[in-house]
């Protein structure tokens, strides 16, 4: 557990008793301004899974994704964020794969906290899907940027989030709920003209558990 941002370079972060991340912060942006970055050289992809809570766990902060990696087998989401994600580069397509697979799926999750210096350990249900990305109602102009990312057979949802979607290079196949959703139920959303976008139409969105897109702020292009 992590009280600021932190930077990973070829990492194996796999079946640990509870989340395989996590970042927190009481200094509320401090992580958007600072991110979380999760990288390794070209070939030699990060993984994180099989970790009994979701891959990665940020509260109050953002996360990026700038190399490839893994987040699979995760109990919980395979990346769950109070902020925005970002992965890949909608410019350079094909340069990053980022894979979010296999998430949700253990029937039992820990969660750690820590209060006062004691550590406490409870079991809750799983729920969880690919990527989960929630947004301040107060931090406008900001976006997920997905990029170079195959979002596949996750228990959930395949990608929820409160702010607008750019979608580049993407695979979003067998998640069992929707593929796609930009819901106003995160933390007070922020409308948008534009709310899911699909620049290069580079993509597909098929065989989820659900609608394939759905948008309750604004629109899809």
């Known amino acids: 557990m992590l009280g600021a941002g ?14 395989g991340i996590v970042v927190t912060s009481d200094g509320g942006l401090v992580l958007v301004r600072t991110p979380m970055v999760v990288f390794a050289p070209a070939g030699t992809p990060n993984v994180v899974s099989d970790n009994t809570g979701p891959g990665v766990l940020a509260h109050r902060g953002s996360v ?10 995760n109990g ?3 990346i769950w964020t109070d902020g925005v994600i970002t992965t890949g580069d909608l410019m350079h397509p ?3 794969h980022v ?19 004691a550590r406490t350990r409870t079991e809750t249900p799983c729920e969880g899907g690919g990527i989960f990305s929630a947004l ?8 997920n940027l997905l990029a170079d990312v195959d979002v596949s057979m996750n228990a959930g949802p395949g990608v929820m989030a409160g702010a607008p979607i750019t979608l580049s290079n993407f ?23 534009i709310a899911i976008d699909f620049p290069l139409l580079t993509g597909r969105i098929t065989e989820n558990g659900g609608d394939g897109i759905t948008s309750e702020l604004g629109g899809v292009r």
């Open 99 to 117: 894979s979010v697979s296999g998430n949700g799926t253990k029937g039992s999750c820990v969660e750690i906290a820590f209060h006062g210096g």
């Open 171 to 193: 695979s979003i196949v067998g998640n069992g709920g929707p593929g796609v959703v930009r819901t106003d139920e995160l933390m007070g959303g922020v409308s948008s003209d």
């Open 136 to 143: 301040n109602s107060h931090v406008k102009g900001t976006l």
């Open 6 to 19: 932190v930077s990973l370079t070829q990492v194996r972060i796999t079946g640990n008793d509870g989340p």
């Open 94 to 96: 094909s340069t990053t």
């Open 64 to 73: 990026h994704v700038d190399m490839p990696t893994l987040f699979e087998r």
């Open 76 to 78: 919980g989401w395979g």
